[in-house]
Each structure stands twice: as structure tokens, then as C-alpha cells.
């Protein structure tokens, strides 16, 4: 499709070019900006930033409701009378979970700090890249956190030996769930991206 486009995006800034027979496009934006795109999208830079924020807000949002109810169960559990009966073990690992969700917790409140202080910088695409890679830091910290706490319930409530194991085949099965299936699904359906 050769010629020119006098509006793309809401913006309507900015003119495109079409390569014939292809789907390569290339911005001429404002700010002189070239954008050559082959995935069919037909976005700048900026905003693919703007658009990869706002899925990461939404990722974000599903698990730091998670991490603080976890957090908020975790730091009431020391001011009960039963706290005091557990064995050393159990409250060392106790110690470690906390400490494990509240490093989840700042892990994924992180990104919405991250981008309050660069706000208006003109930095969005690096803000999204370091963003996401504090949500991916907070996911494994809360996988860490949940794998804790529930080795640590199941081990207060059953004593039994099968705990580890069972805690094993849950782990397992977070591993499967968050990372495992995504990645052959990026690499069964994408073909060098």
C-alpha cells in the first residue's frame, strides 16, 4: 500500500509511509523518529510505551491485592498466643516469609513509584523496561513468599513428613502455572521474536 497517511493514532501528528508489498511502516514523526515495525503494529515508540504500561498496571494491580492480603495475614499472625508456642524452627521460617512478602511487596508497589519520580522525563520506554523488570522480581519473590507460608502452615498444622513434598508438588505446580506454560507458549507460537 504505498502513499501517505495523514493521520495515524489518536495523536494525528504524524504521517506514515508503506513499503509495496510489505508490512514494514515507517513513522516520520515530529521529533524525527523512524519506526520500522514487521509485527503489525502500527505504533511509535512512545506509544508502544504507553501501551506496555498500561498492561503492566493491570499485571501489577492482580498480584500486589495478593502480596498485601498475604503481608496483612502474615504480620498478625506474631500477636497471637499461639505464636508464642511455635517451635524455633517455625518461627525463624515465619521470619523468613515476611521478610520475603515485604520484599515482594516493595518489588511490585516499586513500578508505580519508579514511575511517579520519572514522570514527564521523556524516558517512558526505559521506565517501562526497568518496570517490568521489578514486576518479574516481585513475582519471583512472591512465589518465594507462598511457597514459605505454606510450608510453614502445612508444618504447624500437620507435623507430618509429607509436608515437604507436598510443598514440592505445590511449588511444581507455581513454576508450571507462571513460567513454565508462558514460556513454551513464547516459544511454540513466536518464531524468532
Known amino acids: 500500500m504505498e502513499g501517505r497517511e495523514s493521520t495515524v493514532g489518536p495523536d494525528r501528528r504524524a504521517d506514515a509511509r508503506y513499503d ?4 514494514v511502516r515507517v513513522d516520520a514523526r515530529e521529533n524525527g523518529s523512524v519506526d520500522a515495525r514487521e509485527d ?3 505504533e511509535t515508540e512512545d506509544e508502544r510505551a504507553d501501551r506496555r504500561w498500561q498492561e503492566l498496571i493491570q499485571e501489577i494491580r492482580v498480584a500486589q491485592t495478593g502480596v498485601q492480603i498475604l503481608l496483612g495475614f502474615l504480620l498478625t499472625v506474631v500477636f497471637t498466643p499461639h505464636f508464642q508456642g511455635l517451635e524455633q524452627i517455625d518461627k ?7 521478610v520475603l512478602g515485604s520484599l515482594a511487596t516493595g518489588a511490585l508497589i516499586g513500578p508505580v513509584a519508579f ?5 514527564g522525563r521523556r524516558i517512558k520506554p ?5 518496570a517490568s523488570r521489578l514486576t518479574f522480581t516481585g513475582l519471583v519473590l512472591l512465589l518465594a513468599t507462598l511457597t514459605s507460608a505454606l510450608f ?7 507435623h507430618d513428613t509429607y509436608v515437604p513434598w507436598l510443598v514440592s508438588g505445590v511449588l511444581a505446580w507455581y513454576l508450571v502455572c507462571w513460567f513454565g506454560l508462558p514460556l513454551w507458549v513464547r516459544i511454540r507460537y513466536t518464531s524468532g521474536n
Open 40 to 42: 503489525g503494529r502500527r
Open 92 to 98: 525463624t521460617i515465619y521470619l523468613v516469609t515476611v
Open 115 to 119: 514511575h511517579r519520580l520519572v514522570s
Open 126 to 130: 526505559q521506565a517501562v523496561a526497568w
Open 20 to 23: 509495496a508489498g510489505s508490512d
Open 152 to 158: 510453614l502452615i502445612l508444618r504447624v498444622a500437620t
